[in-house]
């Protein structure tokens, strides 16, 4: 089976600090896209950023940053300079090749952004 | 403009009803998702469709049925079956090329 774990339920960081959610999975499969979803009060998913695991380097967007482990199967988000905006549920999630696109979800971080 | 639309965004039904969950995309995507979220919980997946007129069961399929007749249309039925019916549901598509899938805003079921 293949899981994802996110070990953190709820942090918090202040405005312009940095904070780095933890994301952990397993599966059997070589090749798999990861993902950091992020849902604000809206409920709205947005896409935050993705890897493909072939990769070795890690993929940023603008603030937003991952480290990817493939032997530990660790897949950390790393925000910069927290804004207010940032607060919102962050999921982590994991798809394999080959297999219809599902995405396997971790149970979620709750963060806050705090002024 | 092109999107996902999901309606309507609060539904609420009697217990023992069964209720039909709509979801519609511009996007031209093949692939289409419906995922289940509970509070504390991750999205799970209720059925997907990768193509017209096909679809398969996804982790948590038992009580609720769908049909893919028309490549923008994926409406899934949430029947009388399904134990604890009370949930947000969520559509999402996908191109098929990159995996990367688009979420509509959501419907929040409440059965009573």
């Known amino acids: 089976a293949q899981t994802v774990t996110q070990s953190q339920p709820e942090m918090s960081v202040q405005e312009a600090e940095t904070v780095t959610l933890s994301c952990t999975y397993d599966t059997s499969e070589n090749n798999y896209y990861l993902f950091w979803y992020k849902q604000p009060p809206s409920r709205q998913m947005i896409l935050v950023i993705r890897q493909e695991a072939y990769k070795q380097q890690n993929a940023t967007e603008n603030r937003f940053s991952v480290n990817f482990q493939k032997a530990a199967k660790s897949f950390s988000l790393k925000i910069s300079d927290s804004q207010l905006g940032d607060t919102a549920m962050y999921f982590c999630?994991?798809?394999?090749?080959?297999?219809?696109?599902?995405?396997?979800f971790g149970q979620g971080t709750e963060l806050s952004v705090k002024p | 403009d092109g999107g996902i639309t999901q309606s309507p965004k609060y539904l609420f039904r009697k217990e023992g009803q069964n209720v039909t969950l709509s979801c519609e995309q511009n996007l031209n995507h093949d692939a289409m998702y419906w995922y289940r979220q509970d509070p504390g919980q991750g999205l799970r997946l209720i059925y997907y469709s990768q193509i017209v007129n096909d679809f398969q069961k996804g982790d948590i399929a038992e009580g609720y049925s769908v049909s893919r007749e028309k490549k923008e249309s994926f409406p899934l039925t949430v029947t009388s079956a399904q134990k604890n019916p009370t949930a947000f549901y969520l559509c999402a598509t996908a191109t098929g090329n990159d995996y990367e899938q688009y979420f509509g805003p959501g419907t929040r079921l409440t059965v009573t």
């Open positions: 999630a994991l798809t394999p090749y080959n297999q219809g696109g599902k995405l396997i």
